[in-house]
């Protein structure tokens, strides 16, 4: 990381390879005050005409995004690769995943169904009085901030989920790289101002801000042409935005996901007939990408007795057999390391490691257990730890389960693992659970988010800052639009939608 | 009012008969600390069971409290007529409207369409992963705080547009009730709980809550069990509450309506050749209720010139033909003053006067005048009065019109008075306008909000704390909801509108 001597002057900073520690070239400015103004200014004018774009030449914008970015994959794919860590299997499958998000907001907003368009037809002769002819339609909200993830450097960051979304509903964006990849950033930018470039779209439709501290991201989330805020990361950041957002003049929505435990009830009759198989699957789960998902299996509820024993027995041996992993980045890994002391601390058992590592970023895959009572008095037990960690939650008694899910606070995802014959009996579970999270499996696990049209990434506080809607799948267009009426209008001043 | 002496125990108000200034019998207690904790546990338990009741059964409970609010009419017209001034004939119309309400609701959830279910099946065959089913669904947000509204005794307060839109959604509601009407409070409250009874609903589904202050409703928005507050009010009373939600453990989403100035734009054509009846239409529409209604038109854009004078003086003729009116409270009364004042103050011109009246709380029809540019310059002119005022800005020339409506902070309604010729010009400024509005009108009036599907009752901030939704019609129960998906669920463990 450098910096330019003088405070207050323009500076830059490098990318960490978190392999080596070492810098990566090249330097990227970090962007000013100056200029934030001048992209706020440049979003709002683009949105005037951006917003009136009829779907099909948005979705022509989109998809040249997918199309560069899928022609740009090998580079994006090296480039992130150093400044991540992460396999290069996974981010080939994360560009093609980010592209087709990009597809599938671009396929959805091809004719103007998701605009939700409503005709109430007027009654001049209804008494006691006319009734007006009302139109309602779903309208872009403006210019949103999106914040990169350190996770995601393609599916939740630039060109991600949440700016496909706002893209696709009519709002320009303002794209926040995460500090973590700079390069990254910079390059699926690229691809999005070549492709608005390449197909017309106003100036200021996409722009990319850069900062390897916090000052950008917050005078971002302030500027007055921003109206809508969407973050994944911390639930430290995510309540930074949400109090800045507040506190504006005018305050706007932020959609923050924020993480959560994701806790899988592994049911007796599961645990009797499948224990290997679950404790593979669960391996896999919970040690995939590091360990670095929101979905990250994070508490697993196993019964006592043999057949848990035997399961827990399985899954410690997978997790020794396992080894360190290189990490996002040192932050990430510092707060891994917190994280596992914060569960020793609590009382959680140690029950295998993996083997360490000695890179600079290693994180080492922990299995952990402890009474389900003891999670129940110490929350500590139930807070996230970003990393390839798990605790086995042992019960006595299928009652536990309901107590124990009536007091978890929100999740992204819960999951069962039962047989055919066990599930009947669990439907107050399921409804508890339901009033908790987002998502609800049955028989899988909870990493592997489906892009779909009824997928639903999100959850109850603190899984989010707003538990009423989704940041994966096309119902996430609906968070960046408000609806309007239109009273006694004469047919050419309607909306297209409305015209019908 | 009367207060007991010592402090922290029960207390009792009496309403306020805004004619005489006289307390109305019988006294009210105030609900204690205790009473509304148990109040939240008892809501909280009962959404257990009424969020999964089938539509049907929670439809035949809202059909009861419309059928028992038409019965109960004469008893609750006579009773808000002496709390809040407002004319028989308006307050029969506001019960039929609130029954009127509660019955759309109830056909709203007759069937699961309303619940948005969204089926996405799956597919063990895909390559290179295998698909899962996922399905979602809209389910209810929890226990809901509604706070009555002052000038709509039946319509926004006990068991107005909100509550049978949260009640409709599957949530429980704790009312507030306005400490303007608190008798008529009560009598609504108690046909809501005898229709609970009758219908066989779970106790704790509906309560109402009593204050002549601010702390209840603050401890209100505080308890654990409440997951989302609607409110119809003051920018103060709706900034407050935003506040104390915000800063709670569990942060939950505020809809609170608090006003706008619902500005009028009279084009040349129009005033030129309906001068007269806009200005009779208005005249109706601003002194309606004695002003009281949120979307009162407090601004009128009118053309410099021969017509627009000629319009002036015929609303300024009407205007001193007007009588005072009695005001629902000596606080609005006092605010309706204060209102005046800023407007004289920010060097709005008074063009004419009703009569005055000797009551405490008469409130007289007042019509001003300023030059656009001023109220450019002085957005103290754009601030809400509430009550019978309104300002005619005077603009030369119809670009005034566009930079006007650029600058406008959010509105409930924005309204165009138009002949066919001059519409199609207009196509920039109703594109500034639904920026900025929740509601856009052509040739009829922003007073007379049509309860039906297309309708929105919202607008940007500071219309509304949350600009997305509206506060009337069917669309207003999404905002009591929030999505769920189901991954992987056998049939008989998903919600019924997702086992199809």
Redesign the interface.
Known sequence: MTRAAEPGAARAFRAVDPTTGEALEPAFAVTTPGELRELGRRARAAF?RYA?LPGHERAAFLRAVADGLDAAADELVARATRETALPEARLR?EVSRTSGQLRMFAGLIEDDAWLGA???PGDPARQ??P??D???VR?P??PVAVFGASNFPFAFSVAGGDTAAALAAGCPVIAKAHPGHPGTSRLVADVVLAAAERTGMPAGVFALALDDGHAVGAALVQLPEVKAVAFTGSRAGGEAL?RLA?ARP????VYAEMGSVNPVFVLPEAARRRGDAIAEDLHASFTLGVGQFCTNPGVVLLPTGAAGDALAARLAELTRAGQAGTMLNARVCELYQQGRERLRAAGAELLAEGAASAGPTAGTPTLWQAPLDAAMARPELLTEVFGPSTLLLRYARAEQLLAFADAL??QLTATLQAE?EE??A??EL??AL??R????????FPT?V?V?????H?G???AT??????SVGT?AIDRF??????????R??L?PALRG
């Open positions: 005037r009136r499958g409503r005709v109430d006691p009085a009734k007006p009302v139109r309602a309208r909200l403006g949400m507040a005018e305050p706007v929505p606070e929100g055919a599930l009947p669990q439907a399921v409804e339901a009033d999270a987002g998502r609800l499996i049955v028989n899988q592997g489906e779909g049209p009824a997928m639903v999100g109850p506080w603190p800052s707003d538990g009423r809607g989704t119902l639009t408000r609806w309007v009426a239109y009273q006694n209008f004469p050419e001043l909306p």
